[in-house]
């Protein structure tokens, strides 16, 4: 039997994942984290992108948050997301239209950091689409 650890995952408008997993990969501020079980104490700055949980070897969940906090004790992580949503119920044409939209604002210097922060949010939520597609049926709820 692999070794876990509980992980939660909640935004401030609901509870998200809350279960026994393998491994945990979120996106901190500086590059990507992983998490087994027993891992030392760590809190840390997440960015938009993704949160991973492997479950098992066959079973993978992916949700994408705009930010927010990881906590890491060794038998628990906690992600605490600004907004968090499972990457299977995100709108894939509403994230690529609102990249499209960031981009020309851009080129047109308008309102240059909202337009940066939409990119980034646009661009990491389709990056989740894009994980949850290429892993396919190994996916569960």
């Not at 393998?22 to 760590?42: D, K, W, Y």
């Not at 968090?84 to 239209?97: I, Y």
Request: glycine letters at 6%; hydrophobic letters at 45%.
């Amino acid at each position: 039997m692999a070794l876990t650890v509980h992980v939660d995952v909640v935004s401030a408008e609901k509870e998200l994942f809350s279960g026994r997993a393998q491994m945990v990969v979120a996106t901190a501020e500086l590059g990507e984290i992983g998490i087994l079980p027993g891992h030392s104490p760590l809190l840390a700055r997440l960015k938009p992108g993704q949160v991973r949980i492997q479950i098992s070897a066959t079973e993978m969940q992916v949700f994408y948050v705009s930010g927010g906090l990881l906590e890491v004790q060794p038998r628990t992580v906690t992600v605490l997301a600004e907004y968090a949503e499972d990457a299977a119920n995100l709108d894939e044409t509403a994230a690529v239209r609102a990249r499209e939209a960031a981009l020309r604002a851009w080129q047109n210097r308008l309102s240059d950091r909202q337009c940066a922060e939409t990119l980034v949010q646009a661009t990491a939520q389709l990056q989740a689409i894009d994980r949850l597609r290429r892993t396919g049926s190994k996916l569960g709820k």
